[in-house]
């Protein structure tokens, strides 16, 4: 049976890291709304130029582009199988476009991973997160034993900090998450879907519980 999720919750809880391990798990292709938007600003392209300033200020993209790059993602020959869709739906607009989108892909089933952590941990673990600007892995300092300035262990870049991942940059981020994105997930309880899982675990800890429930 094909395996759709969405990954929800606040910044830094851990929905891209979760979702490279389940993408591989399920055989199925992650897509990170962040990711696509950071590919094309340092490609440089029109989508790039216009989202660059917004995420650095820890501000959302507009609801039309963010949709239109989700529509076309779904509609791949690559997602036909399942998929992991990571940071969309962030505002009630785009969860009811995603209703319209699934129900043109004739999509009935779908399950959202909803990851609770408390504001204090995640702005530890953005503090310390590094990012390889080549293959997009994640890690963080704490449990990674790597150092700031230190190199990707698969393939040798140096490891970056993300531009939004600014102390100040992320309690916008956060503010932004609880006024507009947490009443999401209430749009998903009411049909049923969601999933809640306690973000605060190892990553493997985190990872078995959500291949539990599924
Ligand atoms: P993004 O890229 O979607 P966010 O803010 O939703 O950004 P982010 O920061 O990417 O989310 P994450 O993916 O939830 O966080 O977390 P992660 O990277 O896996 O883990 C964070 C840190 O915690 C890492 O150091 C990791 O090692 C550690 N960690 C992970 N799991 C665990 C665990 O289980 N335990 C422990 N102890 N540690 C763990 O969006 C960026 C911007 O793009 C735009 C917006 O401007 C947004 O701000 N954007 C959109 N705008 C509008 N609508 C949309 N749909 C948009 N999507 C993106
Ligand atoms: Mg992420």
């Known amino acids: 049976m094909e395996t759709r999720l969405i990954l929800f919750g606040p910044p830094g809880v851990g929905k891209g890291t979760q ?5 591989e798990h399920f055989g199925i292709p992650h897509f ?17 130029k216009k989202a ?12 039309d582009i963010m949709i239109n790059l989700v529509r ?5 020959s690559r997602a036909a199988k399942g998929f992991i869709l990571d940071g969309f739906p962030r505002t009630l607009e785009q969860a009811k476009a995603l209703s319209v989108i699934f129900r043109d892909l004739k999509i009935l089933r779908f399950h959202v991973v909803n990851f609770e952590v408390d ?26 034993s790597l150092e700031k300035g230190g190199q990707c262990p698969s393939c040798g870049v140096p490891l970056v900090q993300r531009e939004d991942d600014k102390p100040e940059t992320v309690r916008e981020r956060l ?3 609880h006024a507009t994105t947490k009443v999401v997930v209430d749009f998903y309880k ?18 078995r519980e959500i291949r539990m429930m599924l």
């Open 19 to 23: 979702a490279k391990l389940l993408a």
């Open 32 to 48: 990170s709304t962040g990711d696509i938007l950071r590919a094309a600003v340092a490609a440089g392209t029109e989508l790039g």
């Open 52 to 63: 660059r300033t917004i995420m650095d200020a820890g501000k959302l993209v507009p609801d």
């Open 72 to 76: 076309e993602a779904l509609a791949s």
């Open 119 to 144: 504001d204090e941990e995640i702005i530890r673990r953005l503090d310390n997160r590094l990012i390889c600007p080549k293959e997009g892995k994640i890690f963080n300092l704490e449990f990674d």
């Open 175 to 177: 503010r932004i998450y």
């Open 190 to 207: 009411q049909q049923g879907v969601v999933m809640t899982v306690d973000g605060t675990g190892t990553v493997d800890v985190v990872n």
